[in-house]
């Protein structure tokens, strides 16, 4: 499985962007992880095979929507009401479940990172 992550840019705080990962091959539980500089690499959100489970980390709930569209084979991730503190590199990953899980170790592809960098 190979992905190509794309939608990163350059917005003000509070300002949104759209993520988008494409896939080749087949996918199960795909999700989206972040790495700021000197930090380590944390769950963004999830999303199951059927795109009915959802999963986010705290720190976006209510603010970033994942979503996927199986006919493209691509994961969408939706960032609203951006903060200064959402900065990093984010990264598509697939796992071979079907659950969602939140630990990098439970996917085995990864995307290239595209950044998102959003200034105050």
């Known amino acids: 499985v190979q992905l190509q992550a794309s939608g990163g840019g350059l917005v003000q705080a509070g300002g949104s962007l759209r993520l988008s990962c494409a896939a080749s091959?087949?996918?199960?539980?795909m999700g989206w992880f972040r790495q700021a500089p000197g930090k380590e690499r944390e769950f963004v959100a999830g999303?199951?095979?059927?795109?009915?489970?959802?999963y986010y980390a705290n720190s976006v709930e209510g603010r970033f929507t994942i979503s996927r569209d199986n006919a493209k084979n691509t994961v969408y991730l939706q960032m609203n009401s951006l903060k200064p503190e959402d900065t990093a590199n984010y990264y598509c990953?697939?796992?071979?479940?079907?659950?969602?899980?939140?630990?990098?170790?439970?996917?085995?592809?990864w995307g290239q990172g595209t950044l998102v960098t959003v200034s105050s």
């Open positions: 990953a697939s796992s071979k479940l079907l659950v969602v899980l939140t630990t990098p170790n439970n996917y085995d592809y």
């Open positions: 091959g087949r996918t199960f539980s």
């Open positions: 999303i199951g095979w059927m795109g009915t489970n959802t």
